[in-house]
Nanobody, 120 residues
């Protein structure tokens, strides 16, 4: 069994910062791309940022220059540093990872989500 556990969400004022963490646990051989997605009320889930095992990154245009994704492969953890937060960043943020759990066994895994609310 493999799972992703997120932490770090909460309430922050516009212009503030938050750091999300997501740790993978269980039987893990290796982890491919890790990423963050978000879903606001009444909207579809959207990509925020991804990072490959080689640390190549990709960002949604709406967060470029404000958010930074990083990972610690030794800890099987991915982070999302969010700065200059805006009310439109309010959403449930989900961690995602492609995890090799055995020889020839790859699992697309999602976390349970963490709420981020940007409001004064």
């Amino acid at each position: 069994q493999v799972q992703l556990t997120e932490s770090g969400g909460g309430l922050v004022q516009p212009g503030g910062s938050l750091r999300l963490s997501c740790a993978a646990s269980g039987t893990i051989f290796s982890i491919d791309t890790m990423g963050w997605y978000r879903q606001a009320p009444g909207k579809e889930r959207e990509l925020v940022a991804t990072i490959t095992s080689g640390s190549s990154t990709n960002y949604a245009d709406s967060v470029k220059g404000r958010f930074t994704i990083s990972r610690d492969n030794a800890k099987n953890t991915v982070y999302l540093q969010m700065n200059s937060l805006k009310p439109e960043d309010t959403a449930v943020y989900y961690c995602n990872a492609g995890i090799w759990v055995g020889v020839g066994r790859w699992k697309n895994t999602w976390g349970q989500g963490t709420q981020v609310t940007v409001s004064s």
